[in-house]
């Protein structure tokens, strides 16, 4: 048809839609097949008594939201958003307004309200600052433990805005490391944010970078979170352990060491019994996980002793454990469980 200056659109939605939910629809150029116009908007099904519709299918931050009620309606609107929660009371009239917190991120804010003993829903957009992430990468995939991974991220913003930036690394243990935070003054378009998160010494291996975004004077308020994966070089002294959990006076006196290091490397190491050095030299980690052992000094007395390890490796990086031994006395048994396995 021709185009006109202004000009409505009418469709319908077909009789087999479940509504409450998000509808799709665009305008293309006919012969090419580009879109001129791509939006969104929320539908839902009429209540048995009372429907609640916003007066707009979006909104932007710091907004007055009108919400217009069919039926007679007396009680609460709960108001839920990613950042921001509210509750409304509705008295009896046909609409209700309540104004938004200035900062806010984008994404849908739902409504909640109680119509002839069910729960009804609704929802509009929140058209906040839009902020992408659109890559992240190291300078280098392998990051030797001590060092800082130099981290390039590139974000596209709809706008200036002030973000702070934290985070953590979080290990195969899901063990999380905290990375220190910075602001940002981000610039409308594309910009590369670069900055140095500290490796410590105590983890090792494939590690997860995550970031977030979040508004600078409100940090509540997320925007966009990121994350990366890169390997961390270090070797790590997992455990301190004897064969069956015990030694005897008459054993070989033998403990265990469990290694994890990502590469092979020379590390010097020294054991200490209850607090004095037993013995100490390097020892051979092949890449990988691996299980090297050393030997206890005789004539240990009965009971249980602490043992400490420490192994240093490149510039006076170190990593250790501790464990709690349990020396058996003359005339001790050792008891044995059988295992079975399904």
Same mark, same amino acid.
């Given at each position: 048809?021709?185009?006109?200056?202004?000009?409505?659109?009418?469709?319908?939605?077909?009789?087999?839609?479940?509504?409450n939910?998000?509808?799709?629809?665009?305008v293309?150029?006919?012969t090419?097949?580009?879109?001129l116009?791509?939006?969104?908007?929320?539908?839902?099904?009429?209540?048995?008594?009372i429907?609640?519709?916003?007066?707009?299918?979006?909104?932007?931050?710091?907004?007055?939201?009108?919400?217009?009620?069919?039926?007679?309606?007396?009680?609460?609107?709960?108001?839920?958003?990613a950042?921001?929660?509210?509750?409304?009371?509705?008295?009896?009239?046909?609409?209700?307004?309540?104004v938004l917190?200035?900062?806010?991120?984008?994404?849908?804010?739902?409504?909640?309200?109680?119509?002839?003993?069910?729960?009804?829903?609704?929802?509009?957009?929140?058209?906040?600052?839009?902020?992408?992430?659109?890559?992240?990468?190291t300078a280098?995939?392998?990051?030797?433990a001590?060092?800082?991974?130099?981290?390039?991220?590139?974000?596209?913003?709809?706008?200036?805005l002030?973000v702070?930036?934290?985070?953590?690394v979080?290990?195969?243990?899901?063990?999380?490391?905290?990375v220190?935070?910075?602001t940002?003054?981000?610039?409308?378009?594309?910009? *590369?944010?670069?900055? +140095?998160?500290? &490796?410590?010494?105590?983890?090792?291996g494939?590690? /997860? =970078?995550?970031?977030? !975004?979040?508004?600078?004077a409100?940090?509540?308020?997320?925007y966009?979170?990121?994350?990366?994966?890169?390997?961390?070089?270090?070797p790590?002294?997992?455990a301190?352990?004897t064969?069956?959990?015990?030694?005897?006076?008459?054993?070989?006196?033998e403990?265990?060491?469990?290694?994890?290091?990502?590469?092979?490397?020379?590390?010097?190491?020294?054991?200490?019994?209850?607090?004095?050095?037993?013995?100490?030299?390097?020892?051979e980690?092949?890449?990988?996980?691996?299980?090297t052992?050393?030997?206890?000094?005789?004539?240990?007395?009965?009971?249980s002793?602490?043992?400490?390890?420490?192994?240093?490796?490149?510039?006076?990086? *170190?990593?250790?454990? +501790?464990?709690? &031994?349990n020396?058996?006395?003359?005339?001790?048994? /050792? =008891?044995?469980l059988? !295992?079975?396995?399904?």
């Amino acid at each position: 048809m021709q185009a006109l200056a202004s000009q409505q659109l009418i469709f319908d939605l077909p009789a087999d839609f479940s509504g409450n939910g998000l509808l799709f629809y665009g305008v293309y150029e006919a012969t090419s097949g580009q879109g001129l116009y791509l939006n969104t908007r929320w539908v839902q099904p009429a209540g048995e008594s009372i429907t609640v519709v916003p007066g707009a299918p979006a909104y932007q931050p710091g907004d007055t939201v009108t919400l217009n009620i069919s039926g007679s309606y007396q009680g609460k609107l709960i108001i839920e958003g990613a950042d921001f929660a509210a509750t409304v009371d509705v008295p009896g009239q046909s609409s209700v307004d309540f104004v938004l917190p200035a900062v806010l991120s984008s994404g849908p804010v739902r409504i909640s309200y109680e119509d002839g003993g069910f729960q009804r829903t609704t929802r509009f957009d929140v058209k906040g600052p839009q902020v992408t992430v659109a890559g992240m990468k190291t300078a280098h995939p392998v990051i030797a433990a001590g060092a800082g991974a130099v981290v390039e991220a590139r974000i596209i913003s709809d706008r200036a805005l002030d973000v702070a930036v934290t985070g953590h690394v979080l290990d195969g243990n899901n063990f999380a490391f905290p990375v220190p935070g910075a602001t940002h003054s981000l610039v409308a378009g594309e910009q *590369t944010l670069t900055m +140095t998160v500290p &490796i410590g010494t105590t983890t090792s291996g494939s590690v /997860r =970078l995550e970031l977030a !975004l979040a508004d600078a004077a409100q940090p509540d308020v997320v925007y966009v979170e990121a994350h990366r994966y890169f390997t961390i070089d270090a070797p790590v002294l997992q455990a301190i352990r004897t064969a069956d959990g015990q030694v005897a006076m008459t054993d070989p006196r033998e403990i265990l060491l469990d290694w994890y290091s990502p590469s092979p490397r020379t590390v010097n190491v020294r054991v200490w019994l209850d607090g004095a050095p037993v013995s100490s030299g390097s020892v051979e980690l092949t890449g990988g996980f691996q299980t090297t052992s050393t030997l206890l000094p005789p004539g240990l007395p009965a009971g249980s002793h602490a043992v400490y390890a420490e192994a240093e490796w490149g510039d006076g990086l *170190t990593t250790h454990a +501790t464990s709690i &031994i349990n020396v058996l006395g003359v005339g001790d048994w /050792r =008891l044995f469980l059988p !295992l079975n396995m399904r």
